[in-house]
């Protein structure tokens, strides 16, 4: 008999790119009257299978460093959506949200406040460093996009990156393009893969248009570890932040 518990499983098995109600009551074995009485629409399952995304990743605690904490959060959203394509499609359309994705975002403004930083400007670094993560994967076309892109079924995530919050030293993302011992299986690779032949799909043949003295840093932006370019511009919007400190 498929409970609440199951059923989220199955649509996390699924993942959110292909999750619809009867993808969920046949991969279960239920009829569709028996998950509307868990759950009112797929949107409403879809919000609770990313909370329970968001519960399965190990979130760093705030300490002295102000920016080592936001830099672990941040690999820790990258975490997140590498570990489940299509959930930042689902988060940008604004089709779902939950006290999982909620309080995480709470937790990480009110240790802004700790760190000395005013209400306004915690508001606004939580949401500009969820949204720096979150579009780096939007140029994915996650499992069962028209074009095919690879998917599979995408797994939980654990583990955190290095305690310093330090970035990657080989072009990817702590331990690896999606953290250390993450507990996800090919997915999130099959994730950073997409993205990174998606920006070469939509920069490559217009890269000559470019300035000379551009076109360097974009073909090895466009070439590279789509995580070490997030890790730059992670790094500049840190230094921006550190000026916003009372």
């Known amino acids: 008999m498929a409970d609440r518990e199951a059923i989220i499983a199955a649509a996390l098995g699924i993942g959110f790119a292909r999750l619809t109600m009867p993808a969920v009551a046949e991969r279960l074995g239920i ?3 028996t998950l509307y009485r868990y759950f009112p629409s797929r949107d409403a399952l879809a919000a609770a299978a990313a909370d329970r995304a968001v519960d399965a990743i190990e979130w760093p605690e705030p300490d002295d460093d102000w920016r080592a904490f936001l830099t672990a959060t941040a690999w820790a959203h990258w975490r997140l959506f590498a570990a489940h394509p299509g959930l930042a499609q689902e988060v940008t359309a604004l089709r779902l949200t939950g ?12 240790a802004l406040l700790g760190y000395g930083f005013s209400a306004e400007d915690s508001v606004l670094i939580m949401d ?12 994915v076309l996650p499992q069962g996009s ?3 892109e690879p998917g599979g079924d995408p797994g939980s995530s654990g583990g955190s ?6 970035g990657p030293d080989d072009g990817s993302g702590p331990g690896g393009e999606f953290g250390p011992d993450d507990g996800s299986d090919g ?4 994730a950073i893969e997409a993205a990174r032949r998606r920006r070469r799909e939509l920069i490559g043949p217009w890269m000559h248009t470019f300035d000379p003295r551009l076109r360097g840093v974009l073909a090895d932006a466009v070439a590279g570890s ?9 790094g500049l919007f840190l230094d921006g932040v550190a000026g916003r400190r009372r």
């Open 226 to 234: 789509p995580a070490a370019w997030f890790e730059r511009k992670l």
């Open 128 to 139: 500009m460093l969820a949204e720096l993560v979150t579009q780096a994967f939007l140029a």
């Open 187 to 190: 997915g999130a690779g099959a």
């Open 161 to 166: 990156g290095p305690d310093d919050g330090s």
């Open 31 to 33: 009829s569709h009257s």
């Open 146 to 148: 028209d074009d095919g």
């Open 99 to 110: 006290p999982g994705l909620v309080g995480r975002e709470n937790r990480t403004g009110v």
